[in-house]
């Protein structure tokens, strides 16, 4: 199985990839593609500048990244309950090559954040949105207050009933 993972943000210092990754660790038997979304930077779409320019490569690239993996794992990071802007512009622009996004791929969705609500508002805009953009949704898992719950410097969750959860999760995509 080939997995894509993931951090809906284009933060370098990202809680959202640091868990993305820690969950990506956890998936045995398959090849994961870790990407960091920096690398998909669109202009900020507009009509007027698709039918000027047409879709930017990097909404291209994007797109066939997600065709090529058979499941997905993304993190999603929160800006004022919504998805981050970096995250919502490139998916803005992949909604215009296909408005099945995610090609029915299954997932497992995460999220997190520094505070008690773990990102859980763009949790549930993500599951709730998903199957318009053909995202099977598999599992997911809100992990609140990230610093009391991840050693940064280790990579991994502290909290044991998180883990099991997560590994859970992971686990769906088999």
């Known amino acids: 199985m080939n997995v894509l ?3 809906a943000s284009n933060s370098r210092n990202s809680i959202n990839k640091a868990l993305v990754t820690h969950a990506a660790n956890l998936i ?3 090849e994961v593609e870790l990407i960091d ?4 930077e669109t202009p900020l779409y507009s009509v007027d500048r698709e039918g000027a320019d047409g879709i930017p490569a990097a909404a291209q690239k994007f797109y066939d990244k997600i065709g ?3 499941a997905l794992v993304i993190s999603f990071a929160e800006h004022n309950g919504n998805f981050t802007a970096a995250y919502k512009n490139l998916f803005d622009w992949a909604s215009r090559i296909d408005q099945a996004v995610y090609q029915g791929k299954p997932a497992v969705l995460l999220a997190t954040s ?3 609500g773990g990102a ?3 949790l549930g805009t993500a599951k709730g949105s998903a199957p318009y953009f053909k995202l099977d949704v598999k599992a997911d898992l809100s992990v609140p207050s ?3 719950n991840f050693d940064m410097e280790n990579g991994r969750l502290t909290n044991s009933e998180l883990q099991a959860q997560l590994e859970t999760a992971i686990s769906s995509l088999n």
């Open 68 to 70: 090529g993996a058979d």
């Open 114 to 116: 520094p505070g008690p």
């Open 120 to 122: 859980g508002n763009v």
């Open 5 to 7: 993972a993931f951090a």
């Open 28 to 30: 045995e038997n398959s």
């Open 37 to 40: 979304l920096n690398d998909y």
């Open 146 to 148: 990230f610093y009391d």
